[in-house]
């Protein structure tokens, strides 16, 4: 039993402090085609953590500071949080250098999982706004962006799907909460193909031995095919209701 | 907001359609669209509004901070607002692209709230020059279908409505510093009233007439617009005039009267919905964006 401040992160029953097992996800809730304006978008919940993600494009350059190039669309990620979306208030939603980073982050997935090379001196512009941030934040955006991304009808290699995983007492676990996150020991958060199994953004922070690495990384690529289990169903779903409105199964 | 082209037909069929008192969805001037409204759904917040009117969609949290207060007003608290633009609603909002409109709204609210009748800031006081609350809204627009501002002050007076303000307790230590005992109970809380709190009734000017509410469309077709702050005694606290066009005497007191009108009745019902959804207490199913 690891305790820490008088939280047991793992009881003797092997539940964490939410009461999950150490392979079970957070509940993740989604909606397709939130908004209007937007060509794509989508809301996810995953526990407590909450994002919107809007989807424009492809559309012409309209900024001259992104080079629009002749092979393939650009990908324009923006990462901002709400700011009541944390605990502490945050002062500004977006331009720290956190943000830009997780920015940049989105902007490798994806460029990685569209087919770019279908829209070439095109832009794509991905909006993600965490709106309750509850540990695993970069991952539900990418999840929600997969989703809006599909909702905006672009072409996609494969599904993207993330997710993160830590190491308590020689117990791996998956998702991260908040709470587990600042207690506990380390995170790694892992963004892949599911379908493939290609992992396309790798990130740790904090150090276990690297003897440990390969069953981290292995819950946290069964954490990714679970969660494109959940997203492919909510997309079926979405798309039978559309279909549904306008008839499509009275053939 | 993302480009709007409407040829010159589309703009006439507007303005014969307000002329006749007969909009494009069949409203009249003075009419407001659906509003959906959901409060307290943001865990981290004291107080917390979802509200979408038609295709505008606001999300307001309020938190509360203990800090000190201003040297010229040591026995009352404060209001902060803070506007964010989303880049969902626009790609132009990306970065720092929203920021002149979200500074516009922020401020038009810290005028409109100014006014000392409108909240009691002197509950918000702990220790006089010492402690006080200070309130935080802070408002993200996440999609802009028309009539920006009206929404925003909805959501706000909403998202105050619902509240809840630890109670603290001050005990004094014989001669040491009084100390602050924060309550954790989440039942135990005080709410701020609301009962003088404005709403924003804009009137865009279309033609000779000015109506209530406008979509983008129609907002397009205006040649300016006069942003009311309405209590719900049909006191005024704030107005503004936005846009290039020009407004005789006569025509912004006539638009004064029509928006307090509306003003007066848009904060009935509001408090009237506000009320309805506190009474359904626990049972009420938190819904947020799911649906």
């Known amino acids: 039993v690891l305790r820490m401040a008088g939280y047991e992160l793992l009881s003797d029953q092997g539940l964490r402090l939410d009461g999950r097992k150490p392979d079970e996800l957070r509940q993740i809730k989604t909606r397709l085609g939130v908004f209007g304006q937007a060509d794509g978008s989508a809301y996810i919940e995953q526990g407590n953590t909450k994002v919107l993600a809007a989807v424009y494009g492809p559309h012409d350059m309209r900024e001259s500071r992104l080079r629009p190039n002749a092979e393939k669309v650009v990908v324009n990620c923006q990462y901002s949080m709400a700011v009541f979306s944390t605990g502490e208030r945050k002062r500004r939603p977006r331009g720290d250098k956190k943000s830009l980073e997780m920015s940049q982050h989105l902007k490798q997935t994806f460029e990685a999982t569209i087919k770019t090379e279908l829209y070439p001196r095109s832009q794509i512009d991905i909006f993600v706004e965490v709106l309750q941030a509850d540990g695993g934040n970069y991952c539900a955006c990418v999840n929600a962006a997969t989703l809006a991304l599909v909702d905006a009808g672009i072409p996609l290699k494969d599904y993207v799907t993330a997710c993160t995983a830590s190491l308590m007492l020689g117990t791996p676990l998956v998702d991260i909460s908040n709470l587990e996150a600042t207690t506990g020991g380390p995170e790694l958060t892992l963004a892949a193909h599911p379908r493939s199994g290609q992992i396309v953004l790798m990130e740790m922070s904090h150090r276990f031995h690297i003897d440990h690495l390969p069953e981290v990384l292995d819950v946290a690529l069964e954490g990714c095919k679970n969660i494109y289990t959940i997203l492919d169903k909510a997309v079926r779903r979405h798309v039978s209701n559309r279909g549904a409105s306008i008839g499509w199964d009275k053939e | ?291």
């Open chain 2, 1 to 291: 907001m993302t480009e709007l082209l409407l040829s010159e037909s589309e703009k006439t069929f507007i303005l014969h359609g307000v002329q006749q008192n007969f909009r494009g969805d069949g409203r009249t001037r003075s009419e407001i669209r659906p509003i959906v409204m959901e409060t307290d759904i943001v865990s981290h917040t004291n107080g917390s509004c979802h509200l979408r009117l038609a295709n505008t969609d606001i999300l307001v949290g309020v938190k509360t901070e203990l800090e000190t207060p201003l040297p010229a007003h040591p026995d009352r608290g404060r209001i902060e607002f803070f506007v964010d633009c989303s880049a969902n609603a626009s790609p132009a909002f990306e970065g720092r692209g929203g920021d002149n409109l979200a500074a516009d709204i922020s401020r038009v609210l810290a005028r409109s709230y100014a006014s000392p009748e409108i909240l009691n800031l002197k509950e918000l006081c702990i220790l006089p020059g010492k402690t006080c609350w200070i309130l935080y809204v802070d408002i993200l627009v996440l999609e802009v279908g028309g009539n920006l501002y009206d929404a925003v002050s909805m959501a706000v007076k909403a998202a105050l409505f619902s509240t809840k303000v630890p109670v603290v307790t001050v005990s004094t230590v014989d001669g040491g510093e009084p100390e602050l005992d924060l309550s954790d109970d989440p039942h135990k809380a005080t709410r701020i009233s609301v009962q003088n709190a404005p709403v924003l009734v804009s009137l865009s000017r279309i033609g000779n007439y000015c109506v209530v509410d406008s979509t983008p469309e129609e907002e397009n077709c205006s040649s300016a617009s006069l942003l009311f702050s309405v209590t719900p005694k049909g006191m005024l606290t704030a107005v503004k005039k936005i846009g290039g066009g020009s407004f005789q005497q006569t025509s912004i007191q006539a638009a004064a009267k029509q928006a307090v009108s509306i003003g007066v009745e848009v904060n009935d019902k509001l408090l009237q919905k506000l009320q309805q959804e506190e009474e359904m207490g626990r049972k009420r199913e938190k819904i947020g964006f799911l649906l």
